[in-house]
């Protein structure tokens, strides 16, 4: 995959340093800090040297503080994801355009951990996500680890088809087609998981549509696209059932099996249009 290193994308918000990121963690932040001070004044005694108030009082630097420690192929991981969120809206931006629509820019957050969300809390073992509530998408950079754990390719495009998968949800929220399958879902129970698996599918099928862009602008290649579709088939609902020990129920599947979510990226990237994912096979006309 050829793909260019601008670093971090306007549109990605960096919440691995924790919280606040201004220098003064280790416990105390500086309102502590200034209030000893003014206690200190006040009263005339140090409440800043130690055995004075509370213990140590001054500024020091805590795991948060300054800026976000990173090994180089994190580094390299967060400037990987801000191409591919900047490359993949602005292709949607441009088919938006065509079809006299407008776009509207998702957000990437990232953390460590845990962190809060429109959605809930985020946590490192729910794995990549897009909320719709607060237009954001969620990933601790741990998961890439895990996708290679689940006998996932962990090459430049499988990265990028995760990126891009998310924000197909993000397509289907501004399309409106996210709304119309949970009113759906919440009519009939029985829906639900079918509802999901066409959901997510369509996802797969949009980040194909980003595959389409960039195959024809030779971004990728071949072997990238054989990286993702095995990336795609590591995720299925199937293969996850197998490696956790669980039996294969079909019923249960929320997201589809390793051979559908590989079809559907195949399509999407095969046609390159909106129109290219028709998961939900006419179930949402109004
Ligand atoms: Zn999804």
Not at 107 to 113: E, F, G, P, S
Not at 237 to 266: C, I, N, Y
Request: aromatic letters at 8%; one cysteine or more; hydrophobic letters at 35%.
């Amino acid at each position: 995959m050829e793909w260019q290193d601008n670093g971090i994308s306007s549109d990605i918000e960096d919440r691995r340093g924790g919280g606040g990121g201004f220098g003064f963690g280790g416990g105390m932040g500086i309102g502590g800090f200034i209030l000893l001070l003014i206690l200190s004044v006040v009263t005339g005694r140090n409440f800043l040297s130690s055995g004075g108030g509370s213990s140590d009082a001054g500024p020091e630097p805590g795991p948060s503080a300054g800026p976000v420690e990173q090994s180089a192929g994190e580094e390299r991981d967060v400037h990987l994801i801000s191409f591919v969120l900047d490359d993949a809206q602005k292709t949607w931006s441009q088919i938006f355009a065509a079809h006299g629509r407008e776009y509207r820019r998702a957000k990437l957050v990232l953390y460590r951990d845990i962190t809060s969300s429109g959605c809930g809390t985020a946590q490192a073992s729910t794995g990549p996500f897009y909320c719709p509530e607060d237009e954001k998408v969620y990933i601790d950079l741990g998961f890439w680890r895990d996708l290679k754990r689940f006998g996932g390719d962990t090459g430049d495009f499988a990265q990028a088809y995760v990126v891009a998968h998310e924000l197909g949800h993000h397509i289907q929220k501004l399309l409106g087609i996210e709304q119309r399958m949970r009113r759906l879902a919440s009519q009939d129970e029985g829906e639900q998981n079918p509802l999901s698996v066409d959901l997510e599918l369509q996802a797969d099928c949009f980040a194909g549509v980003w595959g389409h862009s960039t195959e024809q602008r030779n971004i990728v290649h071949e072997e990238d696209i054989a990286g993702a579709l095995r990336a795609a088939a590591a995720v299925g609902d199937d293969h996850l059932q197998k490696m956790s020990g669980r039996a294969v129920s079909p019923e249960s599947w929320t997201h589809g099996s390793s051979a559908q979510r590989q079809e559907w990226f195949k399509r999407g990237l095969d046609g390159g249009e909106v129109n290219s994912c028709p998961t939900f096979d006419g179930k949402l006309a109004p």
